[in-house]
């Protein structure tokens, strides 16, 4: 009896064949395969030029295979970006939720979008700039997406406690002037997208916290690694070690690692390193992980009008490698 004849270009997936897996296990590698190729070609050579032969060729799949699971070109493009949207989407969400105020929030929200982008700036490529070239399905998902970015951003109206009138319309606009920052740095390609932190920010706390704060915000350093070292972080930290006992946050997080990285820092040292604006802030924080242990204050201090000089102590040693597991570093 002749053996079944398989298309050279399916050859990869003769193993899960042969080890005896599922049709539908054989479908989803196949479709994962599809849309992990649609994106390179998108990536290489644009949207306008994704054909089905440079589907199938970078997912050695056949044409068959192809027309068995989707469509169309625009509905594999439209598959392969709402997976890599909401990815991004449950990244920033994270960061997010993470932080107990909508301001530190925002910043961290922003600040892990970024670093991801920086890091598959391709991929960012395709999303932001690639998709606006797609037809009305892609451009819905895009607006989705916006969408949530403005509910995020329009709960700073609760934050400015009432002092600004509430614009409704304030939101999507910021979302939208962010999108376009992204875009014309993502054509540009030749500048770090780090340089939007400081706009971006001022951008959303403006409508909600005024001007003051908007200015603050253009003055805090991005804190944002270059495109070797871009971050990913992760899902989110948990809210309590079993030695801890407190929120590990990405604000804590990140003053431990300003602490340690430069022992002896001052107060505003600390604030400029950790992306935090308010000098009350960074001082009640500090005072609460020396009332913790993870920290110790070897100067005079504030009544005797000199800078303080915080350093780790062996606990808050610990407690800092503990959070910076929680993120991706560089190799």
């Known amino acids: 009896m002749p053996s079944q004849r398989i298309d050279s270009r399916e050859r990869p997936l003769r193993h899960l064949r042969r080890e005896g897996s599922s049709g539908a296990q054989v479908a989803a590698f196949q479709r994962s395969r599809m849309l992990a190729a649609t994106l390179r070609a998108v990536e290489s050579e644009g949207y306008a030029q994704l054909t089905v032969s440079a589907i199938i060729a970078g997912a050695h799949v056949s044409r068959k295979t192809f027309y068995e699971l989707f469509e169309s070109t625009e509905h594999c493009f439209l598959e392969a970006l709402e997976q890599t949207l909401e990815r991004a989407v449950e990244l920033t969400r994270a960061a997010f939720e993470a932080e107990p105020e909508w301001r530190e929030a925002m910043r961290a929200a922003l600040l892990a979008l970024l670093g991801a982008m920086e890091e598959e ?61 992204l875009h014309a740095r993502l054509i540009d390609g030749e500048h770090q997208l780090s340089d939007l932190m400081g706009p971006s920010m001022s951008m959303i706390v403006m409508p909600y916290l005024g001007r003051a704060a908007a200015q603050e915000e253009l003055e805090v350093p991005a804190l944002l690694p270059g495109p070797a070292c871009a971050p990913a972080p992760r899902p989110r930290a948990p809210k309590q070690r079993e030695d801890l006992n407190m929120r590990l946050t990405y604000r804590t997080a990140r003053a431990l690692a300003a602490v340690a990285e430069s022992p002896g820092a001052s107060n505003r040292s600390i604030a400029a390193r950790a992306g935090i604006t308010d000098a009350g802030q960074v001082s009640k924080l500090m005072r609460r992980l020396e009332r913790l242990e993870l920290v110790r204050n070897d100067g005079e201090g504030q009544p005797r009008g000199a800078a303080n000089a915080w350093r780790l102590t062996p606990r808050g040693e610990r407690i800092q490698r503990v959070a910076q597991s929680l993120s991706t570093s560089c190799p």
Request: charge should be positive; aromatic fraction near 2%.
């Open 121 to 181: 700036r391709g991929l960012a490529h395709v999303c932001v700039v690639e998709a606006l070239r797609a037809q009305e399905a892609v451009l819905a998902c895009r607006a989705a997406v916006l969408a949530r970015a403005a509910k995020a951003i329009e709960q700073g109206q609760r934050a400015g406690d009432g002092r600004y009138p509430r614009q409704p319309l304030a939101a999507i606009a910021v979302a939208g002037a962010i999108a376009e920052l």
